[in-house]
């Protein structure tokens, strides 16, 4: 509901409360390429290098119901970057993140901090409600989000080079000939596809 130009409050101070339903407008390109950041509620967490095993496990359970294929990928204590590849006519991506969400988080003991609003909807307080997505345009860029993807241990402290961070694809990129082992050991690549 677009808030009109001209509205104004009643008077300084008063409550004011618009309904609640959300209008996201999400891309939609079936068949399409996307690249994703999605956030731990706690960002102070550890959570998913911890239970890297159980992240992995929820993606795989996942890609067998619903088919897609990870291009890239960067899993950070409280974060993740990737870079996916729907099936042609499919472009339901949210269906797929909502699902890796809950697979992950009934693995998960309970006893996270969560809101009186996850509260009163029976929610978990493992991941925020929403991530970032952005449909990739062209190969420059895929190139150009791939190099963030990889970069971002390095970006964060995590690692002092791509390679040396275990949780990436960046070693199946340097397999494939794409980077040589000792890319992304030093400076800053500028870019900030997905950060906020």
Known sequence: MPI???????????????????????????????????????????????????????????????PFTIDAIVILPEHLHGIWTLPAGDADFALRWRLIKTEFSKRIAGGENR????????????????????????????????????????????????????YSSFTKFVQRGVYPVDWGGCGDDGASYGER
């Open 115 to 166: 809101s009186p609003s996850r509260v009163a909807k029976g929610e978990r307080g493992i991941w925020q409600r929403r991530y970032w997505e952005h449909a990739i345009r062209n190969e420059r860029d895929f190139a150009a989000h791939c190099d963030y993807v990889h970069f971002n241990p390095v970006k964060h402290g995590h690692a002092a080079s791509a390679a040396d961070w275990p």
């Open 4 to 66: 009109p130009a001209d509205f104004r409050l009643p008077c300084r101070g008063a409550l004011f409360y618009l309904p609640a339903v959300a209008n996201y407008r999400r891309s939609v390109a079936p068949g399409g390429s996307f690249f994703f950041t999605v956030n731990l509620a706690d960002r102070r967490s550890s959570l998913l290098t911890e239970k890297i095993e159980l992240l992995r496990s929820a993606f795989r359970a996942v890609a067998r119901q619903h």
